[in-house]
């Protein structure tokens, strides 16, 4: 199995190297992610200017790796046509040093990334696992990435899956489920700073705290209830058997999850 993986908190994002050793595990793995952070530019491809790529020094031995001077989706763009053109057998974007929910779903560089995987028919999954202050749990999201790749690589998920899934602040014999859910509502409120740089205004827009909307089956819920959520995109999955298989594979994450941690 040959797995694509890429972030958007650059190349050298603890998250991302985090879950290359777990995936390790599971098969080849070749890293191709921005040179610097790229939070919040969500489906963005650089279509402009030209693209920079190289090769970087890996932090695990062995992992072929490559720097791009771009965006998440520019990242997975040049993995799948370059660096793996003979193919890949799984997309995986994480992990993300912070939740991905919501509204957020729209912006997010992470799912972006994921998404270019989705476009060129090869399954993907975007991971993300919260922040409690400055302190980043990666345990249970590297665990379950690797989980979601064996299934991938036992065909017990379908070839076209796009998941975004996230990870609570907890460690791994803490959580308390895994569960299939649907995108919450979780809004800020902006405020724009406006300044002058002596030759013309500028505005800087100031993310506010958010507003959490917890209703029971979205990914919001499932996190304040100590969960693991997976939502599955587009919303409107074909056909009831791939809902069903969808869900009796997250009834058994938290099996395996509790297995992996004796």
């Known amino acids: 199995m040959r797995i694509l993986v890429t972030n958007d908190d650059s190349v050298y994002g603890d998250g991302l190297w985090a879950l290359v050793e777990a995936l390790t595990e599971v098969g080849e793995v070749i890293v191709a992610a921005p040179d610097r952070e790229q939070s919040a530019v969500g489906t963005s491809v650089t279509l402009h200017h030209p693209l920079r790529m190289k090769k970087a020094e890996p ?22 046509q370059l660096v793996a053109a003979d193919g890949v057998d799984l997309v995986m974007s994480g992990i993300n040093e912070g939740v991905n929910m919501g509204n957020d779903v729209y912006i997010s560089g992470t799912l972006g990334a994921a998404i270019q995987g989705y476009f060129y028919d090869v399954p993907a999954i975007a991971i993300s696992t919260a922040v ?10 590297a665990m379950m990435g690797k989980l979601l790749a064996q299934k991938i690589k036992d065909k017990l998920l379908h070839p076209r899956s796009l998941l975004n899934v996230n ?4 460690s791994i014999d ?19 700073q406006k300044g002058n740089d002596g030759k013309r205004d500028y505005y800087w827009i100031v993310r506010g705290d958010p507003v959490w909307e917890e209703k029971e089956g979205t990914d919001i819920w499932a996190i304040r209830n100590k969960k693991i959520s997976i939502t599955p995109l587009p919303l409107n999955l074909p ?8 869900e009796d594979v997250c009834s058994s994450l938290i099996d395996d999850l509790n297995s992996s941690h004796k």
């Open 59 to 80: 932090r695990i031995s062995g992992v072929e790796t490559y720097s791009v001077e771009g965006t998440p989706a520019d990242s997975v763009i040049l993995g799948l």
């Open 174 to 192: 803490r959580i308390e489920g895994v569960e299939l859910t649907r995108p919450g509502r979780r809004t800020y409120r902006d405020a724009i």
């Open 167 to 170: 990870v609570p602040y907890l």
């Open 132 to 141: 409690y202050n400055t302190n980043v749990r990666f345990e249970a999201a």
């Open 239 to 246: 056909g009831s058997n791939r809902k069903s298989a969808l």
